[in-house]
């Protein structure tokens, strides 16, 4: 069966806050980037406030770097006709609050691409679907699990390599519905090459909301990872 968003946060609800806790949400100083969110991050995800699909992040200490393994997939049915498809890995290596590696795979309804950058003599050099780039180190991913990522402005996309640029407005607190309940968050709008609303709190994203080509919107909804509070 499957549920609908609002479903979700009515079952979800039992679960309590408890998965909030503040070993989770604790964000470095901005200028190193940190796994704010240890237990990692997984969101169902709603188009029209139908469930589609999943996105999930997990995190990987070594010594001083942090790995971070992404994966996407989304499938679109008219009753048990496929209409969409979309599947897409991304792994990214952090050192220092810098991207030092970033290796993505994308399945786009059977188009496909592939992005790879390494840091290289203080850039980052990038192959994937737009060419060879040498982007500055400095240079953050279209990933957003971060807050520091999220407030960027210019962002390297993690599906075709191209460099992205969007306008950046903070906006006041909301209280927004989560699967575990009802939490206050920051929001971020977005307008240009990326249009959506981020949220986060404690430099946790924890949620997002965008605009399909197709006029539906696409609601990310936090879960507990793996089930578990």
């Known amino acids: 069966m499957t549920l609908s ?40 995800a709603f188009r029209d406030d139908s469930a589609f699909g999943h996105h999930t992040v997990r995190f990987t200490r070594g010594g001083q770097s942090l790995t971070v393994d992404i994966e996407i997939a989304f499938d679109v049915k008219l009753a048990f006709i496929p209409l ?89 607190t909301e209280t927004i519905d989560l699967a575990t309940g009802r939490i206050e968050a920051v929001p971020y709008r977005l307008e240009g090459d990326i249009s959506c609303r981020l949220w986060y709190r404690d430099g946790c994203w924890v949620k997002l909301r965008f605009p399909a080509s197709d006029g539906s919107v696409i609601d990310y909804l936090l879960e507990p990872v793996d089930g578990s509070a």
């Open 5 to 44: 968003r609002r479903q979700l946060i009515v079952q979800g609800g039992a679960f309590g806050l408890g998965m909030f806790g503040p070993g989770m949400f604790g964000l470095g100083a901005v200028s190193s980037i940190a796994a704010p969110c240890e237990q990692g991050l997984s969101f169902a």
């Open 84 to 172: 969409y498809r979309y599947r897409h890995r991304n792994r990214e290596v952090w050192e220092d609050g810098r991207l030092i590696s970033l290796s993505t795979e994308t399945d786009d309804n059977g188009t496909p691409y592939v992005v790879k950058a390494e840091a290289r003599n203080g850039g980052l050099r990038v192959e994937g679907s737009s060419g060879r780039l040498d982007l500055p180190g400095d240079i953050m991913p279209t990933s957003y699990w971060s807050e520091t990522i999220g407030r960027r402005g210019v962002w390297l996309d993690t599906q075709k390599g191209a460099v992205v640029r969007s306008s950046v407005t903070e906006e006041p």
